[in-house]
């Protein structure tokens, strides 16, 4: 008889805004962000086995990515199994279409997807309450890839609350061949605000997303959700890939509403203003001999197939 398998996806997203406060004492920092879950989907299928394991396939260069007990996959199953008392197996086969340390949350998403799909094939039924518990534990970005739609993350930015957005917004998505690391991300900020302490702004002890960005969500006013696009982790991106500031400007220049290091980076994304101007920013980026797809959010999070 055939292995039983259970088919799960989950969105990578975006970081519509992202205000960074300063460095705690435990090394964090409280966020506040605004998260869009986008139409590019990491595919996972989970089939019955004696142990628990991982793969990747797909479009991404997946050569760098850990197979071992590290493994979010892994340890998302292996969170399942703990929490319900069992000892099961499950090869995870995961198609991979978000990029590796792209900032858009792939690994997140890959989490989320196991954590549905292993709760059904072994029949766990956890409930979502359990399952974004579990998620937090494994990463900040879990919980929203679980969630999906739009939502004000703060905190570590796993602490969620939905956002009502109507309608649709497209976005082009403009990716880099290398990633960026977070927590070096982190610590270029941290250091640029040192440095720059003169220069810039008051950092706030409590960060915030402005009023008016939810009004254009809910609105589903792309025009107006433009004036709010922002990424406090922008700066310090730019400074270890500068060639992103290149990328933001060309798209800038045409035809982009506003443009965007999606979180940590390095992924650029532009928000356009309907359909016909995403696919002729598409097209221009792609002349020009650049990796860029369009994208529309907000979409569902983490679902069994």
């Known amino acids: 008889m055939a292995a039983r398998s259970v088919t799960a996806t989950a969105p990578g997203k ?6 960074v406060g300063p460095l705690r004492e435990d090394g964090y920092h409280d966020v506040a962000t605004i998260y869009q879950a986008v139409s590019l989907l ?14 990747f396939s797909g479009p991404i260069d997946t050569s760098g990515i850990a197979l071992g007990e590290s493994n979010l996959v892994i340890r998302a199953a292996r969170a399942v199994a703990a929490e319900a008392g069992i000892t099961a197996g499950a090869r995870i086969e995961v198609v991979k279409n978000v990029p590796v340390a792209g900032g858009m949350g792939g690994g997140s998403a890959d989490a989320a997807a196991t954590l549905v799909a292993v709760d059904a094939l072994w029949g766990t039924n956890l409930g979502s309450k359990t399952l974004h518990r579990l998620g937090a534990q494994l990463g900040a970005d879990v919980p929203f890839a679980l969630h999906g739609g739009t939502a004000i993350g703060i905190g570590k930015g796993d602490v969620l609350s939905p956002v009502l957005a109507t309608g649709h917004f497209e976005w082009v998505l403009v990716t880099s061949d ?17 440095e ?31 004036e709010y696009v922002r990424n406090d982790l922008q700066a310090a991106a730019l400074q270890l890939k500068p060639e992103l500031g290149d990328i933001l400007e060309f798209g800038e220049t045409h035809g982009a509403l506003a443009g965007i290091v999606s979180g940590s980076g390095p992924t650029v994304a532009f928000l356009a203003e309907d359909d016909t101007a995403a696919l002729a920013l598409v097209d221009a980026f792609t002349a020009e001999r650049r990796k ?13 197939h």
């Open 196 to 226: 720059h302490s003169i220069d810039i702004e008051t950092v706030p002890e409590d960060p915030s997303v402005e009023t008016e960005l939810l009004h254009a969500l809910r609105a589903g006013d792309a025009v107006a959700l433009a």
């Open 14 to 19: 975006i970081n519509v805004c992202m205000r």
């Open 178 to 194: 290398q990633g960026l690391s977070t927590p070096e991300v982190y610590t270029r900020l941290d250091r640029h605000r040192a």
């Open 42 to 55: 990491e595919e996972i299928t989970a089939t019955e086995a004696d142990d628990i394991t991982v793969s």
């Open 292 to 304: 860029a797809m369009r994208v529309m959010s907000p979409v569902h999070g983490a679902r069994v």
